[in-house]
Nanobody, 116 residues
Framework: QVQLVESGGGSVQPGGSLRLSCVVPENIFKWNGLGWYRQAAGKEREWVAGISVDGNAFYEDPVKGRFIASRDSAKNTAYLQMNSLKPEDTGVYYC??????????WGQGSQVIVSS
């Protein structure tokens, strides 16, 4: 039914920054924690960051101190600010609920390439 659309990806050099955005339907945004996931080539999709309904953010160890997850209730939008990007951050990034119990929400993702 509803497929989320991520935006903001691109190609950057190591140490660069990108900000991903994801507009979420109000009924989902209001009642669910939101998460960011990524899938590297040849790997399965993995959770990297999330933010609860209360606004508390959580991160996978490799991105702690570099990524910041946030949510804007006025815009029903989730964000992932990515700083000090490393080559190992390369992959396709997706947003969904956290946990991602609604498979239908998976969209095309936004590609992030970190390379010199």
């Amino acid at each position: 039914q509803v497929q989320l659309v991520e935006s903001g990806g691109g190609s950057v050099q190591p140490g660069g920054s990108l900000r991903l955005s994801c507009v979420v339907p109000e009924n989902i945004f209001k009642w669910n924690g939101l998460g960011w996931y990524r899938q590297a080539a040849g790997k399965e999709r993995e959770w990297v960051a999330g933010i609860s309904v209360d606004g508390n953010a959580f991160y996978e160890d490799p991105v702690k101190g570099r990524f910041i997850a946030s949510r804007d209730s006025a815009k029903n939008t989730a964000y992932l600010q990515m700083n000090s990007l490393k080559p190992e951050d390369t992959g396709v990034y997706y947003c969904n609920t956290s946990p991602a119990y609604r498979a239908s929400l998976w969209g095309q993702g936004s590609q992030v390439i970190v390379s010199s």
